[in-house]
DNA sequence: AAAACGTATCAGCGAGGAGTGATATGGCCC
DNA sequence: GGGCCATATCACTCCTCGCTGATACGTTTT
């Protein structure tokens, strides 16, 4: 009973950390963030994101996978969405957070530094 | 100018980068969520989250020099709580978001599987 | 002051993921 | 239908991060 409970727990946890790492990459945010404006193709990805279109690929699948972000064919092109309007609501959450610990984080060098 | 515009831009993306990782590993969301129910000193934060003390002290200098947590001395305890409640609301944000995308997310195999 | 407890630090190892380059697939237009 | 454009896939390398084990520091107790 302990056990399933703990269980739980970590699955919960495991999943929040999973959704988080799909967050946890500039050029994923990057990506995101242009959507949130306008769906886009890959192509316009491309351009504003000035990311390989390989690597913009790949993360459209992870995000696809994921199901933060939604596509539709049209004619040659494939146009990527945001899935959600909470994925805008966290993004505007996590910029608030920053208000508070901006310094701080950019500080912090116990992982990857900008 | 330009130039300019892109390197806020991307200081920006790199921010929320930084701070989305630092939500992007079990142990720190396990160790947040126990302290979004009260504070807690290091050997209790052990105990409930079942992970080795130097690994916790680890995680906790990271969640401290991001400003995620702040510590305060207490006899020969060091009780650490949660910094702002805005973290709380965040946390809050993804289990909305996961109520969305659980299934997508849990199928993901991009990167680290649960 | 010595022992015991609570916490922090450090080096080293191992794994996972991001980016690249080459290549494959698929729809469009002349 | 052949060439072209838009997108996807794959193999590979490099780098980063998380965990562990040993150890050091600091505080309290007797």
Redesign the interface.
Known sequence: MAQIVDDRK??T??????????????SR??IL?ALCNEPLAVHELVERTELSQPNVS?HL??LL????VASDRDGRFIRYRI??P??T???S??????D???????????????
């Open positions: 970590s699955a946890i495991e999943r929040r950390a999973k959704l988080f790492r799909g967050f946890a990459d500039p945010l990057a963030g790949n699948r992870c996978d994921c199901g933060l899935s959600s909470r994925i609501v966290l993004l959450d996590v910029d608030a957070l920053l508070v610990v901006a310094e701080g984080v950019e500080a912090c060098d116990n992982y990857r530094g900008a």
